[in-house]
């Protein structure tokens, strides 16, 4: 039983390039939750999706970043234009039901973002 | 204000000695989950041990415990017989119930714990 994955785990991107994450969650889970990992610090929650919908984007910057969770295939995380302060570590967690208070959220490997 | 606290910002701990990472937390909510995962240097993040508000009795998950003083807020994990594998950054991250939370986790800046030798 895969867990969650991630793809690429390691990701190059110049200043202006688009940036394209990649997250397949466990199977049978249809909630996915993405967070950003600055250096030093702890993870920082960024949008929470369900098959086809945004449910809470609140942790999103408002430009350049969208996320989406299709009826086939993974969740995507997009930074359009990226800035060398989009360098970071980008997570994954999935679920199978809303976060219920003791719901394990599962984590990928992360997405580490350099931008150059 | 912050929500989860880790005041330790690095943790050294002998070989197969017991040691506490500290954490507070700050919420309105009388229903909670409070979780700690470990971050290994090769960057994954692994579920370690969880507490709900609710819960009378401290969790334990093998050599890890959770030492849970709701009127404190504070839930400080606790490794026995610490093992050099133990060697990580730990976070302790909070789940709100009614206030507001779609199941999102809320997480401190982590602590990094060193096993010496």
């Known amino acids: 039983n895969a867990g969650v994955m991630q793809n690429p785990r390691h990701l190059v991107r110049r200043r202006g390039q688009e940036a394209r994450l990649r997250c397949s969650p466990m199977k049978g889970h249809s909630h996915v939750y993405w967070y950003r990992q600055l250096p030093e610090e702890g993870l920082k929650f960024m949008v929470y999706l369900q098959k086809e919908n945004i449910i809470d984007e609140s942790g999103m910057p408002k430009e350049r970043f969208s996320a989406e969770f299709p009826k086939e295939g993974p969740s995507i995380l997009r930074i359009q234009q990226v800035v060398r302060g989009d360098s970071a570590a980008y997570f994954c967690a999935s679920s199978h039901s809303k976060g219920q208070l003791n719901t394990e959220a599962f984590f990928g490997q992360g997405t580490r973002l350099t931008v150059v | 204000a912050q929500k989860i606290t880790q005041t330790q910002p690095g943790m050294f701990v002998q070989e197969k000695e017991a040691v506490t990472l500290d954490c507070t937390y700050d919420?309105?909510?009388?229903?909670?989950?409070l979780f700690w995962y470990k971050q290994p240097s090769s960057g994954e993040m692994i579920f370690l041990i969880y507490?709900?508000?609710?819960?009378?009795q401290n969790a334990t998950e093998g050599r890890y415990s959770l030492n849970f003083q709701k009127a404190r807020k504070s839930a400080n994990l606790v490794i026995s017989a610490s093992q050099l594998g133990d060697s990580a950054m730990y976070f302790c991250a909070m789940r709100e119930g009614i206030g507001g939370s779609q199941g999102n986790l809320i997480f401190g800046k982590g602590t990094k714990l060193s096993v010496k030798p």
């Open positions: 507490q709900g508000s609710y819960d009378e």
């Open positions: 919420t309105s909510d009388q229903s909670y989950g």
